[in-house]
C-alpha cells in the first residue's frame, strides 16, 4: 500500500525536457526529506536533488542550474523538472523518501541513498546527442 511509482521517463535528444512525478501517501509525503536518484549502466546511485519537509533544497553540482525538485501538496506528488539533459543524464531515476530523520541526523546528508527508506521501481530517461 505504501509506495512510489515514478513515472515521466521516456527518450529526448540532448537538451530537451523531461518531468518526472512520483505519487506518495501521505504518509511518505510527510517525510522529513525527499529525493531524486539515478542509476547508470555500471555505475553506483547517486543522488540527484533532494527537498525536505520545509522546502529546502539540494543539488548535485551535475545537475545545478538545470534540473529543478519540486512539490504539489495538494496531490502529495513529488517532481523533477530536468532541461537541457545531456547524454550523461541517461540513467534509471528513482523517487525516495526519508521517513526516520536519517537525512538529517546522518553524516550522509540529503544525497545518501542509505539515509532513505522508502523507494520507487525507477523511470528510464535515454538522452541521445
Known amino acids: 500500500q505504501e509506495q512510489l511509482v515514478e513515472s515521466g521517463g521516456g527518450s529526448v535528444q540532448a537538451g530537451g525536457s523531461l518531468r518526472l512525478s512520483c505519487p506518495a501517501s501521505?504518509?511518505?509525503?510527510?517525510?522529513?526529506?525527499m529525493g531524486w536518484f539515478r542509476q547508470a549502466p555500471g555505475k553506483e546511485r547517486e543522488g540527484v536533488a533532494a527537498?525536505?519537509?520545509?522546502?529546502?533544497?539540494t543539488y548535485a553540482d551535475s545537475v545545478k542550474g538545470r534540473f529543478s525538485i519540486s512539490t504539489d501538496s495538494a496531490k502529495s506528488t513529488l517532481y523533477l523538472q530536468m532541461n537541457s539533459l545531456k547524454p550523461e543524464d541517461t540513467a534509471m531515476y528513482y523517487c525516495?523518501?526519508?521517513?526516520?530523520?536519517?537525512?538529517?541526523?546522518?553524516?550522509?546528508?540529503?544525497?545518501?541513498?542509505?539515509?532513505?527508506?522508502?523507494w520507487g521501481q525507477g523511470t528510464q530517461v535515454t538522452v541521445s546527442s
Open positions: 525516495a523518501a526519508d521517513t526516520l530523520g536519517n537525512t538529517i541526523t546522518g553524516r550522509g546528508g540529503p544525497l545518501a541513498r542509505y539515509e532513505y527508506n522508502y
Open positions: 501521505v504518509y511518505i509525503y510527510s517525510s522529513y526529506s
Open positions: 527537498i525536505d519537509s520545509d522546502g529546502i533544497t
